[in-house]
Antibody
Framework: QLQLQESGPGLVKPSETLSLTCSVS??????????WAWIRQPPGKGLEWVAS???????YYNPSVKSRVTLSVDTSKNQFSLKLRSETAADTAVYYC??????????WGQGTLVTVSS | EIVLTQSPGTLSLSPGERGTLSCRAS???????LAWYQQKPGQAPRLLIY???TRATGIPDRFSGSGSGTDFTLTISRLEPEDFAVYYC?????????FGGGTKVEIK
């Protein structure tokens, strides 16, 4: 049973870079069929897929953030990470890490609230 | 990009009633790669249905999904108190992945 846990700062200043890490337990981040993702949810609003990564390095980005996002995988730590540059208030959201083991997102972290404010 | 439109925005029902939620896609969803999630306040979404009609592990059989192409439905046959939540559809047939705007099922 996979378990995912997000970590990172809860407050980021405008124009700075947000860095979040998702720690994976109960399974290997190098599993060939798994895709690892970040999904965000602004307060009181719906879900938005941000980006996905396979341990091999293949990445997929939402066009709305593609120019500002970098994903990476650390197989030695069983973690994957998100960097989102040039933060604005519109990036304030709960950020979830998630895993798709066969297509849909069947495992989710509990989410971490990131507020962009000076 | 596939745009998913969910209706209604809010569904007011009583426990024991049947709930029918709609998700319409702006273009055909390949291989019916359409999922439904349930989200309760302060919690992460939970996968209910994938492949348009297959229940995920541990999901009660009062939840059922149907549809193909551009029109999909989530049906809750008899609402239990724990079913009052927000429901999202999502396509996972290709990038970018998209979610619908959600339907809130509230107690009448």
């Amino acid at each position: 049973q996979l378990q995912l846990q997000e970590s990172g700062p809860g407050l980021v200043k405008p124009s700075e870079t947000l860095s979040l890490t998702c720690s994976v337990s109960g399974g290997s981040i190098s599993s060939s069929n798994y895709f690892w993702a970040w999904i965000r949810q602004p307060p009181g609003k719906g879900l938005e897929w941000v980006a996905s990564i396979h341990y091999s390095g293949s990445t997929y980005y939402n066009p709305s953030v593609k120019s500002r996002v970098t994903l990476s995988v650390d197989t030695s730590k069983n973690q994957f990470s998100l960097k989102l540059r040039s933060e604005t208030a519109a990036d304030t959201a709960v950020y979830y890490c998630a895993c798709a083991t066969y297509g849909p997102f069947d495992y989710w972290g509990q989410g971490t609230l990131v507020t962009v404010s000076s | 990009e596939i745009v998913l439109t969910q209706s209604p925005g809010t569904l007011s029902l009583s426990p024991g009633e049947r709930g029918t939620l709609s998700c319409r896609a702006s273009q055909s969803v390949s291989s019916n790669y359409l999922a439904w999630y349930q989200q309760k306040p302060g919690q992460a979404p939970r996968l209910l249905i994938y492949g348009a009609s297959t229940r995920a592990t541990g999901i009660p059989d009062r939840f059922s999904g149907s549809g193909s192409g551009t029109d999909f439905t989530l049906t809750i046959s008899r609402l239990e108190p724990e079913d009052f939540a927000v429901y999202y559809c999502q396509h996972y047939g290709g990038s970018p992945l998209t979610f619908g705007g959600g339907t809130k099922v509230e107690i009448k």
